[in-house]
């Protein structure tokens, strides 16, 4: 499932009154089960997440549930279960998107909003324009979603030296005996990663990939007590193969706001 219902490009003029309000619930990741991460947030994520890679692209998710439609770290009540919440949901109803070249060659991206959003035009909303400018907020946001552009690339950059090196496998999970109706996904190889030569690994050292490799070990053991672990123990329907979740991006990108 999509989180993105309804996402349109903001535009100034035909958003000049649309608002945005921060404190509603997270229902509307309740049916997500996996959400893509950046590098910088990975270590944190790993505390409460089975983060996994894909095999189709350089790319990191956290599994958020394993029945499809069914996040298991968002409760009925439409809070949040974990300590840490993935800077996807934090940013949504928020993204970017390529909408085609600069004169320069490079990808044009915009801000997008997802207009099925219950943080849209609900009660007490801030302005995201005036006379026809971003407002404060908005530019806020901007550089929210540039930071996670390029700490998106960082992770791509991140996880294609992991392969290089052969250190991802892909590898079925299970909890408490029982195998996950997951599939799409890679795991580090730690016997894979404990041959690797001293200078592979002060090369992975440098760049930061191996911290990446470690997060991602150290977070099997939320399959053991996590909200997704407790979800196994009921099973449903299984999710998605997760190559299908996402699609990739590029790596030269500016915003444009005058549509």
Same mark, same amino acid.
């Given at each position: 499932?999509?989180?993105?219902?309804?996402?349109?490009?903001?535009?100034?003029?035909?958003?000049?009154?649309?608002?945005?309000?921060?404190?509603?619930?997270?229902?509307?990741?309740?049916?997500?089960?996996? #959400?893509?991460?950046? !590098? /910088? *947030?990975?270590?944190? %994520?790993?505390?409460? =997440?089975?983060?996994?890679?894909?095999?189709?692209?350089?790319?990191?998710?956290?599994?958020?549930?394993?029945?499809?439609?069914?996040?298991?770290?968002?409760?009925?009540?439409?809070?949040?279960?974990?300590?840490?919440?993935?800077?996807?949901?934090?940013?949504?109803?928020?993204?970017?998107?390529?909408?085609?070249?600069?004169?320069?060659?490079?990808?044009?991206?915009?801000? #997008?909003?997802?207009? !099925? /959003? *219950?943080?849209?035009? %609900?009660?007490?909303? =801030?302005?995201?324009?005036?006379?026809?400018?971003?407002?404060?907020?908005?530019?806020?946001?901007?550089?929210?979603?540039?930071?996670?552009?390029?700490?998106?690339?960082?992770?791509?950059?991140?996880?294609?030296?992991?392969?290089?090196?052969?250190?991802?496998?892909?590898?079925?999970?299970?909890?408490?005996?029982?195998?996950?109706?997951?599939?799409?996904?890679?795991?580090?190889?730690?016997?894979?990663?404990?041959?690797?030569?001293?200078?592979?690994?002060?090369?992975?050292?440098?760049?930061?990939?191996?911290?990446?490799?470690?997060?991602?070990?150290?977070?099997?053991?939320?399959?053991?007590?996590?909200?997704?672990?407790?979800?196994?123990?009921?099973?449903?329907?299984?999710?998605?193969?997760?190559?299908?979740?996402?699609?990739?991006?590029?790596?030269?990108?500016?915003?444009?706001?005058?549509?």
């Amino acid at each position: 499932m999509s989180l993105y219902q309804a996402p349109e490009a903001l535009d100034p003029a035909k958003h000049a009154a649309l608002t945005y309000q921060p404190d509603v619930s997270f229902r509307f990741a309740s049916e997500e089960v996996a #959400v893509p991460l950046v !590098a /910088s *947030e990975i270590t944190t %994520a790993a505390r409460d =997440y089975v983060v996994v890679f894909d095999t189709a692209k350089p790319a990191a998710y956290a599994l958020l549930g394993i029945e499809r439609g069914h996040n298991a770290y968002v409760t009925p009540q439409g809070q949040w279960r974990g300590r840490y919440r993935p800077a996807t949901i934090r940013a949504y109803p928020f993204t970017i998107k390529a909408m085609g070249e600069t004169p320069e060659g490079k990808t044009r991206y915009a801000m #997008v909003v997802d207009m !099925a /959003s *219950e943080h849209v035009n %609900a009660p007490g909303g =801030y302005l995201l324009f005036e006379e026809g400018k971003p407002t404060a907020l908005l530019e806020k946001i901007k550089g929210i979603l540039t930071n996670l552009e390029k700490d998106r690339i960082r992770l791509t950059r991140l996880v294609g030296q992991l392969e290089q090196h052969g250190l991802l496998v892909a590898r079925s999970l299970e909890v408490k005996s029982r195998k996950l109706g997951v599939s799409g996904f890679r795991v580090v190889d730690s016997e894979a990663l404990a041959a690797l030569s001293p200078e592979a690994l002060a090369e992975l050292r440098d760049s930061g990939a191996l911290m990446l490799a470690y997060a991602q070990i150290l977070s099997m053991a939320n399959l053991q007590d996590s909200p997704v672990a407790t979800a196994a123990a009921d099973p449903g329907e299984a999710p998605e193969n997760l190559d299908e979740l996402f699609d990739g991006g590029d790596d030269d990108f500016s915003f444009d706001f005058d549509s």
